[in-house]
C-alpha cells in the first residue's frame, strides 16, 4: 500500500472533470492513501503550497491556470520544489510530453491509457524515484 505502512501517502489529484476525479480518488483511497483534491490550477497550488503531499496527480488543461503554469509555481517553491508531480492528461503529443517533462514532471501518463489501478500501484515505485 505505502512506502512504510505506518505512514499514510498523502496524494493531491488536481483535475477539472469530476468523474475523472471521482474514479481515482475513489481508488486511491480505498488502496489506503490519503487523497486531497483541486478542481483548478489555482487552487492546485495553493492546496500544494499547504498541504505539502508525498506526490501529485496534475491534469494539463485546468481552470483559472493550466497544468505547466502550476508545475513551473510548483518546481519554484522550496516546499513544492521536491514532490514528485505526474502528470495526468487527456493529451499525449510529444510536444506536450517533453514541456511536461522539461518542467519537471516525473512522468507525463495519458488518462485513456491509465487505470486508476495503474496509478495507485505506481505511486510507490515514483517516491522510491
Known sequence: MSVDDEQVIDVLLIEDDQETLEMYKLKLEKD????????????????????????????????????????EELRGQESTSDIPVIILSNYGEKELVDRGLKLGAMEFLVKAQTSPIVLSEGIDEWLKE
Open 32 to 71: 489506503g492513501y490519503r487523497v486531497h483534491v483541486a478542481g483548478d490550477g489555482e487552487e492546485g497550488v495553493r492546496c500544494a503550497t499547504e498541504l505539502t503531499p508525498d506526490i501529485i496527480f496534475l491534469d494539463i488543461r485546468l481552470p483559472k491556470k493550466d497544468g505547466f503554469t502550476v508545475l
